[in-house]
């Protein structure tokens, strides 16, 4: 297992910039295919974005597309999620996951054995 914590979170007006931060200990980060999913009051948790081990190949859902990006860097144990021209709609906890086996990209929560505790990000219209 890998733990994991996220930071960054925060209050922003609607247009406004975030950049989350994930940083790993305890396990094999740089074989870890990542992800970042968010999560609102009474929702289930939902794909945001993914970035395979190496970081060459990113995925993103419909509703960030253009806006967020993902990055990483093996060498902090560290994975990033951009985001931009944020909505209120982008409001919830956003958490991020590490999936331990495996070279693809991956999006369903129960894909991930890792997770961290989130951080809550709100967006003010």
């Known amino acids: 297992q890998v733990q994991l914590v996220e930071s960054g979170g925060g209050l922003v007006q609607a247009g406004g910039s975030l950049r989350l931060s994930c940083a790993a200990s305890?396990?094999?980060?740089?074989?870890?295919?990542m992800g970042w999913f968010r999560q609102t009051p009474g929702k289930e948790r939902e794909f945001v974005a993914a970035?395979?081990?190496?970081?060459?190949?990113?995925g993103f859902a419909d509703p960030v597309k253009g806006r967020f990006t993902i990055s990483r860097d093996n060498a902090k144990n560290t994975v990033w999620l951009q985001m931009n021209s944020l909505k209120p709609e982008d409001t919830a906890v956003y958490y991020c996951?590490?999936?331990?086996?495996?070279?693809?990209?991956?999006?369903?929560?129960?894909?991930?054995?890792?997770w961290g505790q989130g951080t809550q990000v709100t967006v003010s219209s």
């Open positions: 996951a590490a999936h331990l086996r495996g070279s693809g990209l991956f999006t369903r929560p129960a894909d991930f054995s890792s």
């Open positions: 305890g396990g094999t980060f740089s074989s870890a295919a």
């Open positions: 970035i395979n081990w190496s970081g060459g190949r990113t």
